[in-house]
C-alpha cells in the first residue's frame, strides 16, 4: 500500500514587525512572528531518475505544509501527525514513524529558521494563486485582493490573484491575512525548490539510503 515519505521539513521566517507594516490601511494583528512550513515530501509508488547519478529514486516535491505564528504551525504539524498512526507517513530512513517522532522534527525546524532572504539563496519559491471560488465567504479578502494583489481574470471573467511572499513583502503580508480562512495551503501555493543534495548541498543532509 502506498504511504508519504517525508523527506525534510524547513520554515521560513517573518519578522511581525516588516509585515506588519505593509498593510497599514487594513485592520491586522501580527503581534507575532509569522512562519511558512514546508516539506520535501512524496509517495512510495513514484519514482524518477537522480539528475546526478541517473539512480531510480523516490520521486519528491516541496509542498507548503502550514502557514501562521509558531501555534498555528505545531497545530498543523499535530494534524499530519495524526497519518503516522495509520503507517501513511513516515520518514524515508524509518520502517514506522511516530507522531511524536514527526512533531519533533517540526518544533526543530521552527526552533532553526530560515530567512526570507536564505530561502531565495537555495532557489525556494513560492507561488500562490487565489480564485473567487477559494476566497467567495471573505469579502474582506476580495477587497485586499483587488486593492493590493496583481490579478487576470479568464474568458469567464473569473478573476485569479496572484501572491509572490518570498519576493514581496506585502504578498507575504497579504498571505498570513488568509491564514485563518478553512483553505489547505497546499490547494493554492505552488512550491518549488531544490529536491536533492547535490543542487543545495547546505540545505540537506547526507543520506546513503535509496531514497537520496
Not at 157 to 176: C, G, H, Q, V
Not at 201 to 211: D, E, K, P, W
Request: aromatic share 12%; net charge neutral; hydrophobic share 35%.
Amino acid at each position: 500500500m502506498s504511504h508519504t515519505l517525508s523527506y525534510k521539513h524547513l520554515v521560513i521566517k517573518f519578522p511581525h514587525e516588516t509585515v506588519q507594516e505593509q498593510l497599514a490601511d487594513f485592520p491586522h494583528s501580527f503581534w507575532r512572528d509569522l512562519f511558512i512550513l514546508l516539506e520535501l515530501c512524496g509517495p512510495s509508488n513514484c519514482t524518477t531518475f537522480h539528475p546526478l547519478t541517473g539512480r531510480e529514486v523516490y520521486a519528491r516535491n516541496w509542498t507548503t505544509r502550514a502557514i501562521g505564528d509558531a501555534t498555528e504551525i505545531i497545530e498543523e504539524a499535530c494534524r499530519s501527525a495524526a497519518y503516522c498512526e495509520g503507517r501513511n507517513l513516515r520518514f524515508y530512513r524509518e520502517r514506522e514513524t511516530t507522531p511524536e517522532r514527526y512533531i519533533r522534527r517540526v518544533r526543530s525546524a521552527l526552533s532553526a529558521p530560515v530567512s526570507v532572504q536564505e530561502a531565495n539563496y537555495w532557489g525556494i519559491s513560492l507561488h500562490v494563486q487565489l480564485d473567487q471560488k477559494l476566497v467567495k465567504d471573505a469579502p474582506y479578502a476580495i477587497d485586499l485582493l483587488n486593492q493590493h494583489a496583481s490579478w487576470h481574470e479568464n474568458d469567464a471573467n473569473e478573476r485569479y490573484w496572484m501572491l509572490y511572499p518570498l519576493t514581496s513583502l506585502k504578498d507575504a503580508a497579504i498571505l498570513f491575512k488568509f491564514r485563518f480562512l478553512p483553505l489547505s495551503s497546499w490547494c493554492f501555493i505552488e512550491t518549488n525548490g531544490p529536491c536533492f543534495e547535490h543542487e543545495a548541498r547546505g540545505l540537506f543532509s547526507s543520506s546513503n539510503s535509496r531514497a537520496a
